[in-house]
């Protein structure tokens, strides 16, 4: 690998890591040395890359640095194509808007030589074929109380056709092929639920603020997940 490509590998790994990265795990990564990662680093951070490093903990690359557009690959082009073929498809009119203004963005500063990536791509999503039975509720809105942390008082029914009304904590919508689904705390059942948003037969919008942090909820419904998945094998 040459040189200036190991150098944005080091960024695109600090900025994908959940945390911070020793050494010696970005060497094995790149399938090089602990010393040539140290030498990378310096030269990054004497290029004014905002690279923070700790002794025994790792390095971590401060939020808000970008990296200039011209740097995708045709691989990371095709990757963000197929995404946003996926969302135009299958996500609310919100975050359709937003792919097809990537793909625009995306194709107004990358060479020449990768615009086929997206005016012909390779890659193709399967198209929606039925009209979602969810039309009436604003998942736009879903994502918003979410990521605001905020209550909703939902009627429900389950796949029986029992009706229910709660109050729950919401921290994910989840977009899949054949229905999306609100991914929340739920007051009455004192546990975590997915609610299909097919069959939520009225939300409300609470202005209350629910009291756990909306990251740890879903930490804890992930573990959760990851828990039942590990039991299933």
Do not use: N
């Not at 945390?19 to 004497?46: F, K, N, Q, W």
């Not at 700790?54 to 690959?73: C, S």
């Not at 709660?166 to 009455?188: H, N, Q, S």
């Amino acid at each position: 690998m040459r040189r200036a490509d190991r150098l944005f590998e080091i960024v695109q790994l600090l900025r994908r890591a959940p945390g911070p990265m020793t050494a010696d795990a970005i060497a094995a990564e790149l399938e090089t040395s602990r010393r040539s990662v140290y030498r990378d680093v310096a030269a990054l951070v004497a290029q004014r890359v905002p690279i923070r490093g700790e002794a025994g903990i790792g390095y971590v690359l401060e939020r808000g640095f970008d990296m200039p557009p011209l740097m995708l690959t045709s691989d990371e082009v095709e990757a963000v194509v197929l995404g946003a073929q996926w969302v135009l498809v299958h996500a609310d009119e919100g975050l359709a808007r937003a792919a097809a203004d990537v793909l625009a963005k995306v194709a107004a500063v990358i060479p020449e030589r990768l615009r086929a990536a997206i005016d012909e791509p390779a890659v193709i999503t399967p198209p929606s074929w039925s009209e979602r039975a969810d039309a009436g509720i604003d998942v736009a809105r879903l994502r918003a109380w979410s990521l605001q942390g905020r209550k909703l008082r939902i009627g429900y029914a389950d796949a029986a056709g029992e009706p229910s009304e709660r109050t729950v904590w919401p921290f994910l919508v989840g977009y899949m092929d054949g229905k999306r689904v609100l991914i929340a705390w739920c007051e009455l059942r004192g546990d975590f639920r997915m609610f299909r948003t097919d069959r939520l037969a009225s939300v409300t919008f609470l202005d209350e603020r629910y009291p756990e942090r909306r990251a740890v909820l879903r930490r804890r419904w992930l573990a959760m997940m990851a828990a039942r998945r590990e039991a299933a094998e």
